[in-house]
């Protein structure tokens, strides 16, 4: 059996991925691939001379990609799904999403179910699975069902009963992990209905205009910082598999709830009265639709009974970005 931990992250020039990366090779020993469809930059915070990184171009549309990709080393004690396409992105393209967010994604797990050892496979879902009338009725607990009005949700959540049922058959050894928003993300906006809730600090703070597509202050979205984000997928990766039912692998992943209001509160006591001039309120009826249909708070059982990290609240998590520009 090998003793090196080889980790794969898909989606790697994403957001997420290169955060993981970094975080991975500064913790221990281990050996990083970090793939999508064009070779991903060096991620942050990682020396160019590491050796214990490779960047790989793959299309997961393409099998023989697949296959490339998992026989790019004899063993893998970790797989993390995050290639995908992003909810406005599937509502415009549904076929793309059935290719990229379900194809490609049950074409990766087949490969991974041939492997003799067993990785661990940690599969980024959304909180976008959950939907009305439960998000509007009270908080998210452990046994609220699944419910989504989008594209983007829908096909989550197939991957999700599809990793479920490879779990209990044994074929693979999975966690879905359902994501709030994470926030701030740096660089361009995503195409999701949520990015006007990273561009309300990250626009301003270079001097930009960020358009609000809703009005409503008392309006409340689930978001989580990217360092606890990161922190739990790494937990995560670390779990016993009995941590959950065999037949049940989703876990909603800490985020704290938070008005409209409170964000521009915390944008205050953060960057100051000066720059809220930025903030334009332009109503989107289709953003607002997803967004209204999104969990607004909720309870995080199973993620409390795994040991996972929470933030404390807005004011932190902006902060922590903030203080990530000046260094
Ligand atoms: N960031 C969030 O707030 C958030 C919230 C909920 C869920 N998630 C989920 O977490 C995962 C990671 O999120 P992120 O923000 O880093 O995503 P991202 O959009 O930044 O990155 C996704 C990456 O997938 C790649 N990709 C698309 N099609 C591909 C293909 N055919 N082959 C290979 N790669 C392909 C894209 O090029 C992109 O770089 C995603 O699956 C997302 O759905 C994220």
Known sequence: MSTTKNILITGGAGFLGPMLASKLLKQGPCNVVLTDLHAPPQPNGVHPSTSNLELVA???????????????????HAIFIFHGIMSVG??????????????????????????SEKPRVVYASTQAVYGPPYTASGPITDD???????VYGTHKLIMEAHINDMNR?????????????????????????????????REPLAGLECIVPIEDR????????PRVMIE?????????????????????????????????????????????????????????????????TADFGNARRMGLAFDESCVQIYREYVDSLKA
């Not at 059935?98 to 490969?111: C, D, F, G, I, Y």
Request: with cysteine; proline share 8%; aromatic share 6%.
């Open 58 to 76: 793959a299309d997961l549309t393409n099998p023989s990609d697949i296959s490339r990709l998992i026989s790019l080393r004899p063993t893998w």
């Open 144 to 150: 609220t069902p699944a419910t989504p009005v989008g």
């Open 169 to 201: 058959r044994g074929l693979i050894d999975a966690f879905a992990v359902r994501l709030p928003t994470v926030t701030v993300r740096p660089g361009a906006p995503s195409r999701s209905a949520a990015a006007f809730l990273s561009g309300i600090l």
């Open 218 to 225: 008392a309006a409340r979205q689930v978001i989580c910082s």
């Open 232 to 296: 739990n997928f790494v937990r995560v990766m670390a779990a016993p598999s009995d941590a959950m039912p065999s037949h049940i692998r989703a876990i909603y992943m800490p985020g704290i709830s938070v008005t409209l209001g409170e964000m521009y509160e915390a944008f205050e006591e953060v960057v100051g009265k000066e720059k809220l001039g930025l903030l334009k309120t332009e109503r989107d009826p289709e953003a607002e639709r997803l967004l209204n249909s999104w969990p607004q």
């Open 90 to 115: 599937c509502e415009e393209n549904p076929a793309l999403s059935t290719k990229v967010n379900l194809e490609a994604t049950q074409a990766l797990l087949k490969a991974v179910s041939s492997l």
